[in-house]
């Protein structure tokens, strides 16, 4: 259905997002500074110095080069990827099969004569070896002892194509049981206890240190946040009954409350174990997580490592910060991890960027030259991450796209503030696309936080999510022109999206349905501003954000909440109704915020569902204005001229059922 014409100051801040914003008479901003060194942070907000360092790390500049098709930033320039079009065949390429009968790790890597561990290959490949890893459970941690030296030069490991190969961070229980006792205690009935001698241990014992660091709690906040009580105060081991995760208590007497929960006694020596069955430990099998990573070089700051296909679980990592994942980069450049799943994790499933925590919140003058830089997530999937899939504090012109995140945050401690399916911070000339994150608990669903400078966050699908104050989509603390189109966030809690601190923020073209709350919240900035940048030192100010051509169904809030004046816009958003419910009086809100001149109100029926990721129902179309960096709608089809459909499908892509997450509607390994 076509709509009138846009006011034109409307029209023009839309149609405007992607040129460089200019800086206005109220306000003071430092030029952004150049760095030849690129030893900290400083300087990526600059576009040109930001993919001069995606363009460094070999003899000779890497050749950038268009995605297919190619996508734009909010700044109007193109996102560009270092990586081949073309797949590159290694120079060398090694075996580890530990099943083989002559597997050794004296033999020379070759198929015939395997090595039996992958951290001998890890040991010994060069820039441009490739090692391919045959089935297998290794207990291992691979820590490579050195990265590549260019994309046509990278160091791979590769999990053989259509094999099981199981990166384990943890031991099966080989001590006797005993009925549980505790000096002083009664004993708890149906409960057991197993020591847990030394030797599972190497040098690190998860089950004597905490779930928070001490880096954690030397934060001021600590006492306020609860972060000196339950569960930051357990620790960090987890124990498995035939493959499940049982829970961990605080107390011994807790083991009496319910089946499948263990306790450890101080010193992590020994564990009181309820089992599932509530019978006898002796015929189940059970392991102990003996690890904090699966795959993390010792070095900080390797480049050119590919990590493809393989299964990581079981990781006794720790709560953010420091951001250590059970697959980490540590510091380092232009890896490439694809093709993995990573589940049951205490902590992160995988991090990455220029440092590995914020506090102290100035980046260490020793951060790896190319920290963060051209980072690549892909076709990975992640399940029961205790408190997130990926974290990575900084991502500079890096790429996240097609990964699959489910029940991440099973820790429910969102006033950690480290949570999410996704926490992604400082995102810089970034995209983050094609991601499907379901079920997340006691967290947002993406969250971006602090000082994202021209990113687009686009395609994703969001479902589930139950966060107490945020929502499907969080992005936090930024002032540089970001992007989030073409979205799908459905049954989340309670927003579908969320922002505060934030400037030059475009939401344009999503579908949020079905959330408890406001489909956009927008709350005005505290009374003590925050700095926003720590580049410029900027500080917070919520100014010149635009909210236009989305589809809002079926919220509690119906309205959304923009701050009014200050630059920012709602408006050509479409809200529809499902029958019987009480419809949206869109004559007050304009008249309360201001906003919505040209959005429009309909009633029809929509249904999302996750069993099979299909959206069923008829989405009304209405026309708006066509933002210069969207070229295409959720599934490709071209948008073209100055005006286009609100929503993120165009009428010609419009059906009945539509399959939204063709990846996630394929059986997903767990």
């Not at 501003?529 to 909210?547: H, L």
Request: aromatic residues 8%; glycine residues 8%.
């Amino acid at each position: 259905m076509a709509m009138t014409m846009c006011k034109q100051a409307f029209f023009a801040a839309v149609m405007l997002v992607a040129a460089v914003p200019v800086a206005r008479a109220s306000e003071t901003v430092a030029p952004a500074p150049r760095s030849a060194e690129l030893t900290r942070c400083n300087g990526f907000n600059d576009r040109q110095t930001a993919w001069e360092a995606a363009a460094a790390g070999a003899e000779q500049p890497l050749p950038l080069r268009s995605l297919v098709p190619p996508v734009l930033l909010p700044d109007g320039t193109e996102f560009k990827t270092w990586e081949p079009a073309e797949a590159v065949e290694p120079q060398r390429t090694f075996f580890v099969a530990q099943r083989h009968p002559r597997a050794s790790d004296d033999n020379p890597g070759t198929e015939d004569h395997p090595w039996k561990t992958i951290e001998r290959a890890a040991k010994v490949l060069e820039p441009g070896d490739r090692v391919i890893v045959k089935q297998g459970l290794y207990r291992e941690w691979v820590r490579p002892a050195r990265g590549g030296a260019s994309p046509r030069q990278m160091i791979t490991y590769q999990a053989a194509r259509g094999e099981e190969v199981i990166l384990s961070g943890s031991a099966p229980l080989r001590e006797k049981w005993a009925a549980s006792s505790l000096v002083g205690q009664t004993p708890v009935a149906k409960a057991w206890m197993i020591d847990l001698p030394g030797a599972y241990f190497e040098g690190y014992n998860p089950f004597a240190v905490t779930n928070a660091t001490a880096n954690l709690m030397t934060h001021s906040a600590a006492i306020k946040q609860g972060w000196d009580k339950p569960p930051y105060t357990l620790a960090r081991g987890l124990v498995f009954q035939d493959g499940r995760r049982l829970k961990q208590v605080a107390e011994y007497q807790r083991l009496a409350d319910a089946l499948g929960a263990y306790w450890v006694e101080p010193g992590g020596r020994r564990i009181h174990v309820r089992p599932f069955s509530d019978k006898e430990p002796g015929p189940a099998a059970f392991e102990i997580t003996t690890s904090g990573f699966a795959f993390a070089p010792e070095q900080a700051g390797l480049g050119f490592i590919r990590v493809d296909g393989f299964i990581v679980q079981r990781v006794a990592n720790c709560y953010p910060v420091p951001q250590l994942g059970a697959i980490s980069t540590k510091q380092g450049h232009h890896w490439i991890i694809e093709n993995n799943v990573v589940r049951q994790v205490n902590g992160l499933g995988l991090d990455y960027g220029r440092r590995q925590t914020f506090l102290p919140y100035e980046v260490p003058a020793d951060t790896p030259k190319l920290a963060g830089v051209g980072i690549i997530v892909r076709r990975n999937a992640f399940f029961d991450c205790g408190i997130c899939s990926m974290q990575g504090l900084g991502l500079i012109c890096g790429l996240i796209e097609d990964n699959y995140v489910q029940d991440a945050g099973w820790h429910d401690v969102e006033k950690l503030w480290e949570t999410g399916g996704m926490k992604l911070h400082y995102l810089k000339h970034a995209l983050v696309r094609r991601n499907v994150i379901r079920g997340t608990i006691g967290a947002p669903g993406l969250w971006a936080d602090h000082s994202n400078a021209n990113a687009r966050i686009t395609q994703n699908v969001i479902v589930g999510v139950r966060s107490a104050s945020y929502g499907g989509i969080f992005l936090e603390a930024s002032y540089r022109p970001n992007l989030i189109d073409h979205n799908i966030v459905w049954d989340c809690q309670p927003h579908a999206f969320y922002q505060h601190d934030c400037g030059d923020l475009t939401i344009a073209n999503n579908l949020f349905g079905c959330c408890t709350k406001a489909p956009v919240q927008m709350p005005p900035p505290g009374e003590k501003k925050r700095e926003v940048d720590i580049e410029t030192k900027r500080m917070s100010s919520v100014v010149n954000n635009r909210v236009a051509g989305n589809v809002f169904y079926g919220f509690a809030e119906r309205g959304t909440t923009v701050l009014e004046g200050l630059g920012n816009e709602s408006d050509y958003n479409v809200f529809v109704n499902p029958p019987g419910a009480k419809p949206l009086d869109l004559a007050t809100l304009r008249q309360k915020t201001g906003c919505e001149e040209h959005s429009r109100t309909f009633t029809a029926t929509l249904e999302f569902s996750p069993a099979d990721w299909t959206l069923r129902g008829d989405l009304p179309i209405m026309e708006c204005p066509r933002l210069a960096p969207l070229r295409a709608d959720y599934f490709g089809a071209a948008r073209r001229g100055d005006r286009t459909d609100a929503g993120p499908f165009l009428k010609i892509s419009l059906k009945p059922e539509m399959v939204l997450c063709e990846q996630a509607a394929r059986e997903r390994p767990r």
